[in-house]
């Protein structure tokens, strides 16, 4: 097969990735929004009354919070209590996510088969790899826990990256500048799109702890999604440090120096301090909920920026976006 055949190929799985992305997002959303709805048991707990009774003693943790009653009355989306078309809707959905994640796989590859390189050397092929990684981020954690709640909003998030990708980033396959020409983009680049599709999950779950209110939701509880934003960035920002250290390396390789204050190193620099500055708050000064959910989206704002606004507004060394 030739170069333009398999660019051709790589363009036509990209476009099936987003209709299967979409239907999917559908089919979540079914789920999610026919399902069952139920509290924010943390919420609930903490605008009980404590009551003490006529031995003296507190109720239960469990009565206090209001749990045994709300968790019967109103069961999390995916439980019995939802409908039984409503779950094989989130089935189905999970499973065109599947195949979505392997139209996209397959996009990327044979994209690097046509332009014979590592398949990331401009906006376009970055995008198209951080939808990819997204996904992989979802589906990855749904292995081990029930996260479809999370499905329409990943699903979304990763159509709508790759119809900008293709929209406003698309570039023909072809060479890349010299710079590029370095095995060192298959080390630093493939770990900042590994940490980058992890921090749009916990990115997606922060959002939605902002939107999901105290009372009774088809949302899931704050703790939740806390949860997942949490332990997606505990696996994602040491990937992260390493790809800026990856990065310093190869600068030295391509420029003779590891730091040259250039857009792109202070913003992945930024980024960086960001998302620390959220663990460092967890982990030491104890903050949790609204608080450290503030801090990692402002984290996930400069990663946001680092990785589109700075390849488009600001020129720079790293200035390898093909947009004109």
């Known amino acids: 097969m030739s170069a333009e055949q ?7 799985f990209v476009v099936a990735a987003v209709l299967l992305y979409i239907f999917g997002m559908i089919g979540f959303a079914i789920e999610l929004a026919f399902g069952r709805a139920r509290a924010d048991k943390a919420a609930v ?20 919070s209001g749990e045994g009653a709300l968790a019967e009355a109103a069961p999390a989306v995916g439980d ?4 039984g078309w409503a779950v094989r809707a989130g089935q189905v959905a999970l ?9 996209n796989l397959t996009a990327i590859v044979t994209r690097g088969l046509a332009a014979d390189r590592w398949p990331w050397g401009n906006m376009y092929e970055f995008v198209v790899a951080i939808s990819f990684a997204a996904v992989t981020a979802f589906l990855g954690t749904q292995v081990r826990h029930n996260v479809r709640f999370l499905g329409p909003f990943v699903m979304v998030t990763a159509a709508l990256g790759l ?10 396959a072809g060479p890349v500048v010299p710079a590029l020409n370095s095995y060192w983009i298959a080390i630093h680049v493939t770990a900042a799109i590994l940490a980058s599709g992890l921090m749009t999950l916990a990115g997606v779950s922060g959002v939605l702890y902002l939107m999901r209110g105290d009372g009774v939701s088809r949302l899931p509880a704050r703790a939740d999604l806390e949860r997942v934003a949490h332990r997606a960035i505990v ?10 250290i990856a990065g310093a390396l190869w600068a030295d390789r391509a420029w003779g120096r590891y730091w040259g204050w250039d857009p792109k190193e202070v913003w992945s620099f930024i980024t960086w301090v960001a998302y620390a500055a959220y663990l460092h ?20 704002g400069c990663l946001l920026f680092n990785l589109i606004g700075v390849n488009i507004f600001i020129d720079g060394l790293h200035s390898y976006a093909d947009v004109d």
């Open 235 to 244: 696996f994602a920002f040491p990937v992260w440090t390493f790809a800026v």
């Open 95 to 103: 499973g065109l996510a599947w195949l979505g994640w392997a139209a």
């Open 281 to 300: 708050a967890r982990a030491t000064a104890g903050w949790r909920g609204k608080s450290t959910t503030i801090v990692q989206l402002v984290a996930f």
């Open 45 to 64: 707990a903490a605008k009980q009354p404590v009551l003490v009774g006529a031995s003296g003693e507190a109720p239960s943790s469990e009565a206090a």
């Open 6 to 12: 398999l660019a051709g190929l790589s363009d036509l």
């Open 163 to 172: 119809g900008l990708a293709v929209r406003v980033f698309y570039t023909a």
């Open 80 to 83: 019995s209590g939802s409908p």
